[in-house]
């Protein structure tokens, strides 16, 4: 099975979103799946993704929401996984107007805005309580319901 995961993280936004994303492609690589990343390039979130030993497409410096949504959607086109994971929140309303459906890949939003859910075939929440609970680590994500869909 085939995963492409779309997420980013850089000083300024910070690096949760990779880090819950890496620890959801290490379940899903237990599972035998095919895990991929497109991120934003950004050197730490480069090294962490790598450091994981998983395939990496970056975004070149610069370029505007629309454009990478654009190149998503390509990527997504062309490799054809089977699910396509979008981890992130703060993007452009253009870069989400972009998104479409892709015949054979099920679309799944983590950590979606309240108002771009009709983009996704399932998204949720992947943060228990909120940021400022000290006691927030690893363990504290369940990906046991995610993976009961596959």
């Known amino acids: 099975m085939k995963v492409l995961i779309r997420t980013d993280g850089s000083l300024d936004l910070g690096y949760g979103h990779v880090y819950k994303?890496?620890?959801?492609?290490?379940?899903l690589c237990s599972e035998k799946c095919d895990v991929r990343f497109l991120i934003s390039s950004d050197p730490q979130a480069e090294t962490l993704v790598k450091g994981k030993g998983f395939d990496l497409k970056t975004f070149s410096?610069?370029?505007?929401?629309?454009k990478k949504a654009d190149i998503l959607m390509e990527e997504t086109a062309e490799i054809r996984p089977d699910y396509l994971i979008i981890d992130h929140w703060t993007w452009s309303t253009a870069y989400w107007n972009r998104l479409t459906k892709i015949p054979g890949t099920f679309i799944v939003g983590n950590d979606v805005p309240e108002n771009?859910?009709?983009?996704?075939?399932?998204?949720?929440q992947?943060?228990?309580n909120d940021l400022t609970n000290k006691n927030f680590t690893q363990k504290d994500i369940n990906w046991g319901i995610f993976l009961s869909i596959f």
């Open 21 to 27: 994303t890496l620890w959801l492609a290490e379940v």
């Open 61 to 66: 410096s610069g370029l505007n929401d629309e």
């Open 116 to 124: 771009k859910f009709q983009h996704f075939d399932i998204a949720f």
């Open 126 to 128: 992947g943060i228990k």
